[in-house]
């Protein structure tokens, strides 16, 4: 079946614009999570998402960073204004409740 | 600060040897503890997990030891093979925020044939 898909895989962009990154989760796990994996750096939590619902938003690293889920489904990261700091790999996973984590590929992001 | 240190940063292993891979931790509260393999280009896949309450779990040539008192778990791959090549991260998870996994810093592991 499907795993967990992310798009784009690879994004540059400069120093100040906006980016949105998509995570679609495998059809039926209720639980999404992004995480941030930085050059030589071990995975680091973002966000967690119940249904619809963000009840840990704890890892964000700053208001300039938001995501959404609708329809129990599709996710979105939004980074506003990007700085250089901001360059990883951005994973997304999603799981039934209380299951093991099933991750993407993740987003290769590239602030210039 | 809830924190799992990971060592070596980096192993290289001959075909056939073992590959041991150490992580440590602080956190009491943490109670499951799995092991991810992540391949160049491709997230994290859940290699074994362990919760406390076992010493040891094996699953084929990979095996996680687990010493509470010391508050350590070892990665340990049997007849280590070249397609085994990959970053391995150990992580921990709090009983009250079991999805929020709490990642060791990764060991680049390199099997020569």
């Known amino acids: 079946g499907a795993g967990v898909s992310q798009s784009p895989s690879n994004k540059v962009t400069e120093k100040g614009k906006d980016v949105e990154l998509r995570c679609d989760p495998i059809s039926g796990h209720t639980a999404l999570y992004w995480y941030r994996q930085s050059l030589g750096q071990g995975l680091e939590f973002l966000i967690y998402?119940?249904?619809?619902?963000?009840?840990?938003k704890s890892g964000l690293p700053s208001d300039r960073f938001s995501a959404e889920r609708t329809g129990g489904s599709v996710s979105t990261l939004t980074i506003q204004r990007t700085q250089q700091e901001d360059s990883a790999v951005y994973l997304c996973?999603?799981?039934?409740?209380?299951?093991?984590?099933?991750f993407g590929n993740g987003t290769r992001l590239t602030v210039t | 600060q809830q924190q799992v240190k990971q060592s070596p940063q980096s192993l290289i292993v001959q075909k056939g040897g073992i590959s041991i891979i150490n992580c440590a931790y602080e956190?009491?509260?943490?109670?499951?503890f799995p092991w991810y393999q992540q391949f160049p280009g491709k997230g994290p896949a859940l290699l074994i997990a362990?919760?406390?309450?076992?010493s040891e779990k094996k699953e084929g040539r990979f095996t996680i030891s687990f010493n509470k008192s010391a508050k350590q778990f070892s990665l340990h791959i049997m007849d280590s093979q070249p397609g085994d090549s990959a970053t391995y991260f150990c992580?921990?998870?709090?009983?009250?925020?079991?999805?929020?996994?709490?990642f060791g810093s990764g060991t680049r592991l390199l099997v020569r044939p």
């Open positions: 956190n009491t509260a943490f109670d499951y």
């Open positions: 992580a921990a998870t709090p009983g009250d925020s079991s999805y929020k996994l709490i």
């Open positions: 996973a999603s799981s039934p409740a209380n299951s093991p984590l099933h």
């Open positions: 362990i919760r406390p309450d076992v």
């Open positions: 998402f119940q249904g619809n619902s963000a009840p840990d």
